[in-house]
């Protein structure tokens, strides 16, 4: 027997009912990018603007440095450098409280531990092998750590940081301490399982935590399209609940912006937030690359239209700084740099008894 209409539509299902706590979701889940939109960029003050202008070059000449020492064998292993991204780490960074906050990233790791302030002597005597080094010259240029500094590597297994910044983030909870983990990784590695598990995980139980996509447009040779189903990376958190915004990782004041609304959203104790950083690297994958996948082209129009330090350089002549000042900085930034490339020179390589220590040697 034919129901009633007013059966029918009691008992058809309301594909988006008012009361659909689904609904509510998605606008919260868009808040943040909605806020981004009102106000993208930060209002840096000419000293601050000025700073993070002094660290993405003092980036920038160290990595030159540190492929002229490659180049001349005085770095062994691998040594994966930052050029292009140099706006993603100032401008995260610069919203951290250092004495608080903890960070965790992959192998490209060298401008994450400058934009915390360590000291660029440590990094490059790590580089070289020297028992100065901030890992004691055993870590290389992977894995840089710095409990101190909570600096927590530095990894070479790609996406492992993911789930060991839940980790620090799961520890600042437990802890109270108020700390918030900055947890950066790659295109590529967004394609992993463990990272939807620690999703999971930050999301059901509200963990302080930032997982910031770095998206440079290739895994190794890989280009996005081509190993990504969901190239928007900022929505691989929506089955989770976790908000997410793109940023335009060339631009420091907009990265800054990004990093003040996901910071302040995470420390309220409203659990993770997904940032995906868009940006570029203009050099190869590791120093061994001949970065045969793109052309030269593209990596010059990224160069010529889109540096994050040309920028910069551009806002702060506009705010009155003259080219002498700036040709000032650079200089005194160079001489930083080379500092720091001759301490590590002069220093002396670990004692060979330190071959045993920090390291497992049993058997398990
Ligand atoms: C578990 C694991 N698988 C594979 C590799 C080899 N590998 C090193 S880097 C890399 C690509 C990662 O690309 P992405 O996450 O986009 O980071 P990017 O190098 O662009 O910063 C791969 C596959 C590895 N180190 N670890």
Same mark, same amino acid.
Request: proline share 4%.
């Given at each position: 027997m034919a129901k009633t209409?007013?059966?029918?539509?009691?008992?058809?299902?309301?594909?988006?009912?008012? *009361?659909?706590?689904?609904?509510?979701?998605?606008?919260?889940?868009?808040?943040?990018?909605?806020?981004?939109?009102?106000?993208?960029?930060?209002?840096?003050?000419?000293?601050?603007?000025?700073?993070?202008?002094?660290?993405?070059?003092?980036?920038?000449?160290?990595?030159?440095?540190?492929?002229?020492?490659?180049?001349?064998?005085?770095?062994?292993?691998?040594?994966?450098?930052?050029?292009?991204?140099?706006?993603? %780490?100032?401008?995260?960074?610069?919203?951290?409280?250092?004495?608080?906050? *903890?960070?965790?990233?992959?192998?490209?790791?060298?401008?994450?531990?400058?934009?915390?302030? $360590?000291?660029?002597?440590?990094?490059?005597?790590?580089?070289?092998?020297?028992?100065?080094?901030? *890992?004691?010259?055993?870590?290389? *240029?992977?894995?840089?750590?710095?409990?101190?500094?909570?600096?927590?590597?530095g990894h070479g297994i790609v996406g492992a940081q993911v789930s060991l910044g839940t980790g620090l983030a799961f520890g600042h909870k437990y802890r109270e301490d108020g700390g918030v983990c900055l947890a950066y990784f790659g295109d590529g590695a967004s394609n992993q399982g463990q990272v939807y598990e620690s999703f999971n995980m930050a999301s059901l139980w509200k963990l302080p $935590?930032?997982?910031?996509?770095?998206?440079?447009?290739?895994?190794?040779?890989?280009?996005?399209?081509?190993?990504? %189903?969901?190239?928007?990376?900022?929505?691989?958190?929506?089955?989770?609940?976790?908000?997410g915004l793109p940023v335009n990782g060339m631009d420091v004041l907009e990265v800054r912006q990004a990093a003040n609304i996901a910071i302040d959203y995470v420390? %309220?104790?409203?659990?993770?937030?997904?940032?995906?950083?868009?940006?570029?690297?203009?050099?190869?994958h590791s120093m061994s690359d001949p970065a045969k996948y793109r052309t030269r082209e593209e990596v010059q129009e990224m160069k010529d239209k889109h540096d994050p330090i040309d920028h910069a350089k551009a806002e702060l002549l506009l705010r009155g700084v003259s080219e002498d000042e700036i040709k000032a900085i650079d200089k005194r930034l160079r001489g930083i740099v080379t500092e720091a490339a001759d301490f590590a020179d002069s220093s002396p390589e670990p004692d060979l008894a330190e071959l045993s220590t920090d390291v497992l040697v049993e058997n398990y």
């Amino acid at each position: 027997m034919a129901k009633t209409t007013a059966n029918s539509s009691a008992t058809a299902p309301d594909p988006a009912p008012a *009361s659909d706590p689904g609904g509510e979701d998605l606008i919260q889940l868009r808040s943040l990018q909605l806020a981004h939109q009102a106000e993208s960029r930060y209002q840096a003050s000419d000293e601050e603007l000025r700073h993070f202008y002094e660290q993405m070059v003092l980036i920038r000449r160290f990595e030159e440095k540190a492929g002229q020492l490659y180049g001349l064998g005085l770095i062994g292993g691998f040594c994966h450098l930052y050029i292009g991204q140099e706006a993603v %780490a100032v401008g995260l960074q610069s919203a951290l409280d250092p004495k608080l906050d *903890s960070v965790i990233t992959g192998y490209r790791d060298h401008g994450h531990m400058l934009a915390y302030g $360590i000291d660029p002597k440590l990094i490059m005597a790590e580089l070289t092998g020297r028992a100065a080094g901030i *890992s004691r010259g055993k870590g290389g *240029s992977m894995h840089m750590f710095s409990v101190e500094h909570h600096f927590y590597g530095g990894h070479g297994i790609v996406g492992a940081q993911v789930s060991l910044g839940t980790g620090l983030a799961f520890g600042h909870k437990y802890r109270e301490d108020g700390g918030v983990c900055l947890a950066y990784f790659g295109d590529g590695a967004s394609n992993q399982g463990q990272v939807y598990e620690s999703f999971n995980m930050a999301s059901l139980w509200k963990l302080p $935590i930032v997982y910031v996509i770095e998206n440079n447009g290739y895994a190794m040779g890989t280009a996005v399209k081509r190993g990504s %189903a969901e190239t928007h990376f900022y929505r691989r958190g929506t089955a989770f609940r976790i908000p997410g915004l793109p940023v335009n990782g060339m631009d420091v004041l907009e990265v800054r912006q990004a990093a003040n609304i996901a910071i302040d959203y995470v420390r %309220a104790g409203n659990g993770p937030v997904l940032l995906e950083l868009n940006t570029y690297r203009y050099r190869g994958h590791s120093m061994s690359d001949p970065a045969k996948y793109r052309t030269r082209e593209e990596v010059q129009e990224m160069k010529d239209k889109h540096d994050p330090i040309d920028h910069a350089k551009a806002e702060l002549l506009l705010r009155g700084v003259s080219e002498d000042e700036i040709k000032a900085i650079d200089k005194r930034l160079r001489g930083i740099v080379t500092e720091a490339a001759d301490f590590a020179d002069s220093s002396p390589e670990p004692d060979l008894a330190e071959l045993s220590t920090d390291v497992l040697v049993e058997n398990y």
